[in-house]
């Protein structure tokens, strides 16, 4: 049984059949749950939520998923508990092992996520590194497919911060998924060569094409899907003037969308700067000029819009990930 039992570190963990029954059993899910039909296939277990970085929506979705699936989730934040401060990885992946039935983990490093998978001895599910953000992922193809109905003929670009998490991520989904994908970043934020490579290597299996540019203009030229993130990760608050002055180009707004194509969605992980609504808005208005940062409100509150969705589906498909990989469920071999 390849689910069960096994984490979810990097979306490169699960193979295109994998990552397509995620996405279609996080969208039967998210029927059960709007039919009221209960679904606790974690009925009896304990969940821990690790959590490095803030969160709204990732913490959120597990914390509901857990219950929804019968679980009981245990926040555990970087100010709670000793995790490489006073006591290493390992040692601790081993104690939360022992009592807990999966683990969250979201923090900096990817090394750390790993380092508690392999001695947890319990499924661990990555909720976002600096390197990568794969249970997003999920969500968000399973956005596109209620959206499009199909991966087939799709081009996603993503435009703005080109080597964070979540264009990482995005790279080597759509790669896997056989969608066209365009990452048009200013050279200074092009993504790792490694990524690039990686997300190749999978095009060549699936016939997607992809194309790493800093020419916004052309990329976006028949997009179906356009997203962004924020200029400035967590943990990297410091280079706000730098992404300001190289990024804004790279802004989604009305004018950058008079190429697309007509079938067209606007996408984005959240949380958003496409106002002043906010503190770091406060102070990017007041220091730098502009009000609005990687997307303007008039593109985040049109109807082809669909980040609320995303987040929605945050939950249906985290929800979907415990299930399928600590459920005791009949997955056949997708090899
Ligand atoms: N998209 C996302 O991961 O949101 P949070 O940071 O609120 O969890
Ligand atoms: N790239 C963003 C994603 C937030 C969900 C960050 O790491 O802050």
């Not at 984005?268 to 730098?288: I, Q, R, S, W």
């Not at 008039?298 to 995303?310: G, I, N, R, T």
């Not at 987040?311 to 005791?328: D, F, L």
């Amino acid at each position: 049984m390849h689910f069960q039992g096994k984490s979810f570190l990097t979306i490169s963990d699960f193979n295109k059949k994998e990552v397509e029954y995620l996405i279609d059993f996080a969208i039967h899910l998210k029927q059960l749950k709007k039919n009221n039909i209960p679904h606790q296939y974690l009925k009896g277990q304990n969940i821990a939520l690790l959590f490095e970085k803030s969160s709204t929506r990732t913490r959120a979705a597990f914390t509901v998923a857990a219950n929804d699936l019968g679980a009981a989730p245990e926040f555990l934040g970087s100010g709670d508990i000793q995790l490489g401060k006073k006591e290493s990885v390992t040692d601790t992946a081993k104690i939360l092992g022992s009592m807990f039935d999966g683990l969250e983990y979201r923090g900096q490093s990817q090394a750390v996520v790993e380092e508690l998978a392999e001695h947890s001895g319990v499924p661990v599910w990555n909720g976002l590194t600096d390197a990568s953000h794969p249970t997003q992922m999920i969500g968000d193809f399973m956005t596109i497919k209620e959206e499009f109905g199909t991966f087939d003929g799709l081009k996603l670009v993503y435009s703005g911060d080109g080597r964070n998490n979540v264009a990482n991520s995005l790279l080597v989904t759509a790669a896997i998924l056989g969608i066209d994908v365009t990452i048009a970043a200013p050279e200074s934020l092009s993504p790792e060569d490694a990524y690039v490579t990686l997300a190749q290597e999978y095009a060549k299996k699936s016939g997607s094409a992809v194309e790493i540019t800093s020419d916004i203009k052309a990329a976006v030229k028949d997009a179906n899907v356009l997203y962004t993130d924020v200029w400035v990760s967590m943990g990297e608050e410091e280079h706000f003037e730098e992404r300001v002055n190289t990024l804004l180009p790279y802004q989604v707004n009305k004018a950058l969308l008079s190429e697309v194509s007509e079938n067209f969605i606007f996408m984005h992980c959240l949380p958003a700067f496409h106002d002043t609504n906010t503190e770091y808005g406060k102070n990017v208005a007041e220091e730098f000029g502009i009000e609005e940062m990687e997307v303007t409100s008039e593109v985040f509150e049109a109807d082809y819009a669909k980040q609320f969705e995303q987040g929605e589906n945050r939950m249906h498909s985290i929800k979907a990930i415990m299930a399928a990989t600590n459920g005791s469920l009949f997955i056949p071999d997708l090899n």
